[in-house]
């Protein structure tokens, strides 16, 4: 993406596209799998953890991003694809490497809508799958 093009992806979301908005942004879509607020430390050497802190909570409360629990203890956050709000369709299956702590998206694999019982809406779902990953298993 491109300066303008993520300016307007944050500005559909009702997100204002401050420098370190687009920062936090770029680097997500640039990691291309879920990340955790110390992976975007580690990659944003420049910018310090509570402002990356601040921009995740709003990118969640906007629908910008999505926050998922791998059980690791630590909470990962992946960009949404929808325009509007997170759909079931970005709620895919994810894989957490219990050897090096990575999550990965199974884009191909989307998980099957759940009939909840009347007056029950679902918000999100949560797919993870743990295990090795192809690297780790190679070791």
């Known amino acids: 993406m491109n300066e303008v093009n993520d300016s307007e992806a944050l500005e559909k979301k009702g997100v204002k596209p401050t ?12 990691a291309g799998r879920p990340v955790s607020l110390t992976e975007l ?6 910018m310090d953890k509570s402002s990356i802190f601040r921009v995740l909570n709003l990118f ?11 059980g690791s203890g630590t909470m990962k956050y992946e960009v949404c694809s929808g325009a ?3 759909t079931i369709s970005d709620m895919h299956i994810h894989f957490y490497c219990e050897t090096c702590h990575r999550t990965f998206c199974f884009k191909h694999i ?3 809508e ?6 029950f809406a679902v918000n999100s779902i949560n797919y993870m799958v743990k295990g090795v990953c192809p690297e780790c298993g190679a070791k």
Do not use: K
């Open 19 to 30: 420098a370190n908005r687009i920062l936090v942004l770029r680097a997500m879509i640039a």
């Open 41 to 46: 430390e580690t990659i944003m050497e420049t």
């Open 60 to 70: 969640v409360e906007r629908h910008v991003v999505h926050a998922i629990e791998d």
């Open 84 to 86: 509007d709000r997170c």
């Open 110 to 112: 989307h998980i099957p």
């Open 114 to 119: 759940i009939c909840l019982p009347e007056g």
